[in-house]
């Protein structure tokens, strides 16, 4: 099942995440996307609940899983 969000940052535009196989699409603000494979569901969490998605992500996504643009 694919859940959507759209933070409130200046970074990041849309979120998606595919709870079947982990995977977490993240739309940046000039259109680029980028996918992160086996990131928990805990994690998608944390990015929806972060005081700051844009930090969050960068603490969380960007330096523990590889992404591969799409």
């Known amino acids: 099942m694919i859940e959507t ?7 990041l ?5 595919d709870s079947d196989v982990q995977n977490l699409t993240v739309t940046f603000k000039d259109g680029r996307s ?8 805990d994690v998608y969490l944390g990015l929806q ?3 700051s998605a844009g930090k969050y992500f960068d603490t969380n996504v ?7 643009e799409v």
């Open 5 to 11: 969000f759209v933070p409130s940052s200046s970074h």
């Open 13 to 17: 535009d849309r979120v998606d995440y």
């Open 34 to 41: 980028y996918l992160y494979r086996s990131v928990p569901h």
């Open 49 to 51: 609940n972060a005081r």
């Open 62 to 68: 960007k330096t523990r899983y590889d992404g591969e």
